[in-house]
């Protein structure tokens, strides 16, 4: 028993310090993140709750639990309100329903009787910040410009009422109740506004994004509602494959300049800074329109266009219906992209693309085939055991069927020979006993014929 020990102590000593270290991370991490259960539905309204539906067999949930471990840690240290989660959505199916969970891993805040979703990256800021903004005040007050002033250093986009009762502030209520997920809200007066600020009426609503500001403006903008859901992101964005799916909601067309950022060949910066000219210098023209931003490589426009997409390269997507515009030629510079969403905008650039039956079934099996290429390509064994596998049994089983099917018409056909034969013997039967003579006619005695050959005509 002692050997043994010594032997285990031996073992753990060959260990470095860093796995010591990430255990311990592990083990406290887990810590702050507790594992809920039936009970959770009858205690949850006393406290606020970020908590992770996840399923034990999804590989994205598995991806996310170290860094749900981290958000708990995290959020214990700085001593935040809400607490962290995580329930087992298979286990607990019904809680997880009532909750509206319809996909793993789903994260959700659930503060009183409302349940706010999340829809951001995975990470453990971002995950952070959105508990932070959807767990505190619904309107937030800004008392000083010194408070104004560090909100604008803090956050990149944020909208701010300004004036007192108002039905528009009751619209801003109900729209901060609604997207309070994606950004945040304030309210001001107008003695602790910036100085730069100029408002032709009050009460009013701004959005401060861009090193800059912009008055929503009923007649212009529309609904309230969905003028903050468009101007919630910046004028330009480093893309990627999730925020395309965000910028959907907003009805926008996105100019992408579709590069390399490894390559430091002078197009692709060139691409790059037209689209960054046109958002900044023709806002006014275009931002109700258009969304502006550059996406590092062409994986994810090449799903969408079932197309392989030449790097550097300008493209303009409608999220909404993956719809999308290509020009025959090279952007030249900023001229040319202002003449090509002109076009786009009168119609005159047709689009491509779309969500018809029929392109959705291209979109499936062009992602078969992308799916199955990438899995030859970085594993060709594995690609011949998937699809290899399948493809010998069913070889098996066709055989199977075939040889099944070649027995029984044997069989049959047999049986068949049998029975006329059967039908042969008995008309040769009738035919002797007719040629039989009568009473009154001498009988030729028969030889008699051996035993075995009575059997046979007997059977």
């Known amino acids: 028993m002692s050997y043994f020990c010594f032997c285990i102590i031996c073992t753990l000593g060959c260990i470095s310090d860093e796995f010591f270290v990430v255990l311990l991370d592990m083990v406290v991490c887990k810590g702050f993140v507790e594992d809920l259960d039936e009970s959770f539905k009858e205690n949850r309204n006393d406290d606020i709750w970020l908590v992770d539906f996840y399923a034990p067999w999804c590989g994205h949930c598995k991806k996310l639990e170290p860094i749900w471990n981290e958000v708990g840690l995290e959020m214990k240290s700085i ?37 706010y979703n999340y829809r951001g990256p995975r990470t453990k800021d971002d995950i952070i910040e959105f508990a932070h903004r959807v767990s505190g005040a619904l309107i937030r007050p800004l008392p000083s410009q010194q408070m104004f002033e560090h909100m604008q250093k803090r956050h990149r986009v944020f909208f701010v009422y300004i004036g007192g009762e108002s039905p528009l502030k009751e619209k801003y209520i109900d729209a901060a109740s609604e997207l309070i997920v994606y950004t945040y809200f304030f309210s001001a007066s107008e003695e602790v506004v910036p100085e730069y600020v100029t408002l032709k009426e009050m009460p009013a609503v701004l959005v401060f994004k861009d090193e800059t500001y912009f008055v929503y403006d009923e007649y212009e903008d529309g609904d309230l509602s969905s003028w903050i859901n468009r101007e919630r992101f910046q004028n330009y964005l480093a893309m ?51 969304q502006f931003g550059h996406m590092d490589g062409n994986d994810y426009i090449n799903t969408l266009l079932m197309d392989e997409l030449t790097v550097p390269t300008v493209v303009v997507l409608n999220t909404s219906n993956q719809q999308y515009f290509l020009l025959d030629r090279q952007i030249k510079n900023v001229e040319d992209m202002v003449q090509f969403i002109n076009n786009i905008l009168d119609g005159t650039v047709e689009a491509q693309g779309g969500d018809s039956i029929l392109q959705r079934l291209k979109r499936i099996v062009f992602d078969a085939k992308s799916t199955i290429v990438s899995i030859f390509k970085s594993s060709p064994l594995m690609g011949c055991f998937l699809f290899g596998l399948p493809l010998g049994v069913i070889s098996i089983m066709c055989y199977g069927i075939y040889t099944a099917d070649t027995d029984g018409g044997y069989i049959e056909e047999r049986y068949e020979v049998s029975k006329s034969e059967n039908e042969n013997q008995e008309q040769i039967e009738e035919s ?3 040629q039989e003579p009568s009473s009154g006619e001498s009988v030729v005695p028969t030889v008699q014929e051996p035993k075995d050959v009575l059997e046979k005509k007997k059977d």
């Open 79 to 115: 001593g935040s309100p809400v607490k962290v989660g995580k329930m087992d959505a298979t286990s607990y199916s019904s809680i997880a329903s009532e909750f509206g969970v319809r996909g793993y891993p789903t994260i959700k805040l659930l503060k009183g009787d409302l349940a």
């Open 240 to 290: 990627d494959g999730f925020l395309l799916y965000e910028l959907g909601d907003t009805g926008k067309l996105v100019a992408l300049a579709v590069i390399d950022e490894k390559n430091t060949s002078v197009e692709h910066a060139r691409l790059k800074s037209i689209i960054q000219e046109v958002a900044r210098d023709y806002r006014d023209l275009f931002h109700r329109d258009f």
């Open 432 to 434: 002797k006993e007719q």
